[in-house]
């Protein structure tokens, strides 16, 4: 049970490739649309605020599997770009 089968490293995977895709076409879409940054960037901080806790709940309260943890621990990774970059085309937005 605590250690990782064939079958989760291969989900753990396709599940990271599409939090890969969908970061790449958001930051790609903030990167030209017009949008409110100051938003963005309070709901961004907000749900990697949430996924950090939920991440630390995990490891905390965790009785030997680790396979929920990798899965948190990849939304905290999501979260935190979609916030970074919302800061970033915003600071790259002020200065032109």
Do not use: C, H, P
Not at 11 to 25: E, P
Not at 39 to 49: H, I, Q, S, V
Not at 58 to 66: A, P, Y
Request: charged residues 25%.
């Amino acid at each position: 049970m605590g250690s990782f089968q064939r079958e989760d490293l291969i989900g753990s995977l396709i599940f990271l490739l599409i939090l890969v895709i969908v970061a790449w076409i958001n930051l790609r879409k903030m990167k030209t649309g017009a949008y409110d940054f100051k938003a963005l960037r309070k709901r961004g901080l907000m749900w990697t605020e949430v996924a950090i806790v939920l991440f630390f709940m995990q490891f905390i309260l965790r009785k030997g599997d680790n396979r929920f943890l990798l899965v948190l621990g990849m939304v905290v990774l999501f979260a935190a770009s979609q916030w970074l970059g919302a800061i970033y085309y915003d600071r790259k937005r002020k200065e032109q």
